[in-house]
């Protein structure tokens, strides 16, 4: 016989929703931290962020992806300048003003790594679109 269980609702760990979310989960409130966090709450939190998520996202402070974002550098590039502690958007504004030679280093490796990207990206779609006529040939004759 089979039993119905009730249906439980997705969670996750307040971990995973404060990456969902883009924020530093040490500075969210002790509630948001505590227990497991529902997939409707996350998309409540998402929909209509109450004020304390409107101010971690705007003044921070933010987790590494976001600081590396915000920077215009990579996760390892922020490492590698010594950077391994969350910043607020002050510090991350004073960064910029300031401009150390790292930073302005890994910003030069990051241009690169896009242009590369775009290179193997449109060699790839060439390579496609030629395999593409190639076949279509072959089928005609």
């Known amino acids: ?33 505590d227990g497991p966090v529902s997939r409707e709450e996350l998309n409540a939190l998402q929909a209509s962020p109450p004020q304390w998520l409107q101010d971690l996202r705007q003044n921070g402070p933010h987790p ?17 300048g010594g950077v391994t502690e969350a910043l607020t958007t002050e510090q991350i ?9 790292w930073l302005q280093h890994e910003r030069a490796n990051q241009v690169d790594v896009r242009k590369e990207t ?6 790839h779609e060439k390579e496609a679109a030629e395999a593409a006529t190639k076949a279509a040939k072959d089928a005609k004759a």
């Open 118 to 123: 775009a290179r193997i990206k449109a060699k």
């Open 64 to 80: 590494r992806p976001v600081v590396a974002a915000k920077l215009g550098v990579s996760i390892s590039g922020l490492a590698r």
């Open 93 to 101: 504004d004073a960064l910029k003003a300031e401009n150390p030679l």
């Open 1 to 33: 016989m089979t039993s119905l269980k009730q249906k439980t609702g997705q969670t996750m760990k307040p971990a995973t929703a404060a990456k969902k979310l883009g924020i530093y989960l040490d500075a969210a409130p002790a509630s948001f931290q």
